[in-house]
Structures are given as C-alpha cells and as structure tokens.
C-alpha cells in the first residue's frame, strides 16, 4: 500500500519509510549545518580581500551554489515522497525483503526492493525499476521468475519474502 505524502503532479518518488526519514535528515542537515558551514568559509575567504582573484572565495561560492542546488532536489523528493507501507498478503512490493536461489545453480542472493532514490546494490537494495526488481514484484514465495538483463535470461526461484 501507498502512502502518498505530497498532491503536487511531480513525479513521485517511491520511498520506504526509513528512506523518507533518511531524505528528511538530510534536508535538515543541509540547511542548517551545511549552511552555517559554508557561510563560514565565505565570510573567512572575504575576509582575505580582492574578490576578483581570491580562489577561497571562487570556491566557497561553488560550494553554496552545489549546496542550494542539493537543497532544492532532496526538498524535492519529499514534498513528492510516497511511503511503501507493509504488505500483508506475502506479495513482493517495494520494502519487501527477498531471497533469491538461482535456477540450476547454488547461487543466492538477497535483496530489499526500494524505490529508486534510495537505491544501493553494495548494500543489497535494488530499486524496483532494475531487471531483478521488475521481474518479482507482485511475486511470492515459490514463484519462479525469469530476470530479462544485459547479461542474458535469469532464472530465479523466490524461496523467502519478508
């Protein structure tokens, strides 16, 4: 189930709830800890004089300008935030965490869907948009599934859904 958090037409953005607090977080930080952090090293680079050729002061504008810009993109994705609330029926959605066995191999793997802002394959979180995430959702625990990737046709038997 979908919890929508914004009703502007945006783009909306699929987030777990934990990936919510996270992007919540780091707005917070930014505007505050990272605004005061780089209005520190302006008033330190002006603070050296000639602005036309201090490189200090070249730089920390580069920084406020990067740091608005993120700003801008992460208040962004919360204001179009939807929240993936738990599923009760077994079906693999985003926040769903599986276990895969591939067909004919020893191979396994384990992953939790996500929606693709909070995705990160070092720590196992696959966006629902990839080939694996596509491919099980709406799926359950014993369904096969064949993955369509760049590397071939996967076959993939889903043998846990938490």
């Not at 953005?13 to 780091?26: F, H, I, N, P, S």
């Not at 930014?30 to 070249?58: C, F, M, P, Q």
């Amino acid at each position: 189930m979908v919890k929508k958090i914004s009703d502007d037409n945006q783009k909306k953005v699929l987030l777990t709830a934990a990936g919510l607090r996270k992007l919540q977080d780091e707005l917070e930080h930014l505007r505050t800890t990272g605004r005061r952090e780089v209005s520190l090293r302006l008033k330190e680079a002006i603070s050296y004089g000639d602005l036309s050729e201090n490189a200090e002061y070249d730089e920390a504008k580069n920084q406020q300008a990067f740091l608005e810009q993120r700003i801008m993109a992460v208040d962004e994705q919360v204001k179009n935030a939807e929240v993936i609330e738990e599923n009760a029926d077994g079906t693999i959605q985003i926040g769903s965490k599986v276990m895969l066995e591939r067909v004919g191999s020893d191979e396994k793997h384990e992953y939790t869907i996500v929606g693709s802002t909070e995705a990160d394959p070092i720590s196992h979180k696959i966006s629902n948009e990839s080939p694996v995430g596509a491919a099980i959702l709406g799926k359950a625990k014993g369904d096969e599934v064949v993955v369509s990737a760049p590397g071939g046709d996967f076959s993939y038997k889903i043998s846990k859904v938490v």
